[in-house]
Every structure is written in C-alpha cells, then in structure tokens.
C-alpha cells in the first residue's frame, strides 16, 4: 500500500474485555514500530520490529500487551484483560531499512482505543 | 533511562514571526535527531532530520545540532497559522528505538 494502514481506527471496549489492534506497514518497510501515545502527551515507545525479529519489548507495560509480525509484514499488538489507563492512541510506524543515516519513521492513523 | 525533554508549552508567536523550540536528549550514543508535526487529532509527520553538529536548513525551517551540549533545536521563520500544530522531538540510536520527547504546543497567532 502507500502508506501505513492500521485497524481498526477506533475501538471501544469493555473493561476486561481483550483487543486486537493491526498494523499493514509500506511495503518493504524492515522496522516496524508500536507506539502509545496518551492525550497531550508524546508516544511512547512500545516495541519493534526488524522483519519477523521482536528486537525490543522493553517498553511494553504489562504481560498483558502482547505483539507479533509472523511473516515481517503485517504486525498485530494484543492487549489482554483491557483496562481503562489502556485507553489511549496506539501508533504504528515503519521505517525503510538498517543502515544508521535511514531513520524516517512514517506513521499510520493510530487506532484509538477507549476502554470503559 | 534514555530521555528527551521539551517544553510543553504553548509557545504563542504572532504570524511572522520566528518560533524556536528547543530539545535536550540525555543518551550521548544517539546519532540521528527529528522533528515531528503532529496536528490535533492526527499521526506525526517529518519535519526535518539532522545528524551532523551545526545547521540544516529546508525551506522556511532550520534545525539546529549541538551534540556536546546534547541539545536539538527547530527555527521556524515567517511563522504562518498553518504552523499550529505540536512538535515532538525523536532521537534514534542506530539498532535500538526512537524516543520521542513529549512534544511541544505551538500557537501561531493571525
């Protein structure tokens, strides 16, 4: 595609209830980013992706996010057992390749996600 | 913990004039730094990049690196409304993430 795509755009839970969020990166792209990004604030890193590689989770919250991108495309994030601070943005960003001067990040819409 | 601050803000100019805001990162390894555009309600979208000491100018927009002091800067001449927006700073370490800054309101006034 041209660009990143992510799914749905909005979703409303329930608390408790669990969510399955989709990342569709530019074709090609190798890194792929998550993001959470609260109202006012700037994203926060979640974890990355080089192809099918988790190469850093560490900013995941809980074991209750969970992310995976079997084939190096299309990368899913889970967050089980909803809570209402998992209210917020989730950003997803890929980038192009490796090498040290790549580093443009090109975002999809975000899926917004309220928990009640 | 790798950290990169700004001012929340707002920062109000008039239309016209220059806007200037300022970044600080705390991980001396980073070795490329970005300006992001975020409007309301939208995802963030490049501004610029920067990887050596000095200026870098596009258009109406310079940034600025000063990587002894550890601080980014972005200048932005001939302020226009359309410039309101939030600016996030990110610092990328090559093989690690990006860390954004939380982003810096700018107001520009008619």
């Known amino acids: 595609g041209a660009g990143v795509s992510q799914s749905p755009r909005y979703k409303v839970a329930k608390r408790g209830q669990d969510v399955a969020l989709r990342c569709d990166p530019i074709?090609?792209?190798?890194?792929l980013f998550w993001y959470q990004q609260a109202l006012g604030q700037g994203p926060e890193f979640l974890t990355y992706?080089?192809?099918?590689?988790?190469?850093?989770k560490s900013g995941l919250p809980s074991d209750r996010f969970f992310a995976e991108r079997p084939e190096g495309s299309v990368s899913t994030l889970k967050i089980q057992r909803t809570q209402q601070e998992d209210s917020a943005v989730y950003l997803c960003?890929?980038?192009?390749?490796?090498?040290?001067?790549?580093?443009?990040?090109?975002f999809g819409e975000g899926s917004r996600l309220t928990v009640l | 913990q790798k950290e990169v601050e700004q001012n929340s803000g707002p920062l109000s100019v008039p239309e016209g004039a220059i806007a200037s805001l300022n970044c600080t990162y705390s991980?001396?390894?980073?070795?490329?730094f970005f300006w992001y555009r975020q409007y309301s309600g939208k995802s963030p979208e490049l501004i610029m990049f920067?990887?050596?000491?000095g200026d870098k100018e596009d258009g109406r927009f310079t940034a600025q690196l000063n990587k002894a002091s550890q601080y980014v800067s972005l200048l932005i001449r001939d302020s226009q409304p359309s410039d309101s927006a939030t600016y996030l700073c990110?610092?990328?370490?090559?093989?690690?993430?990006?860390?954004f800054g939380p982003g810096t309101r700018l107001s520009v006034l008619p």
């Open positions: 074709s090609g792209h190798v890194s």
């Open positions: 992706f080089q192809n099918e590689a988790q190469l850093d």
């Open positions: 990110a610092v990328y370490n090559y093989g690690q993430n990006f860390v």
């Open positions: 960003a890929s980038s192009l390749g490796l090498a040290a001067n790549t580093g443009e990040l090109f």
């Open positions: 920067i990887y050596s000491n």
């Open positions: 991980d001396r390894g980073s070795q490329s």
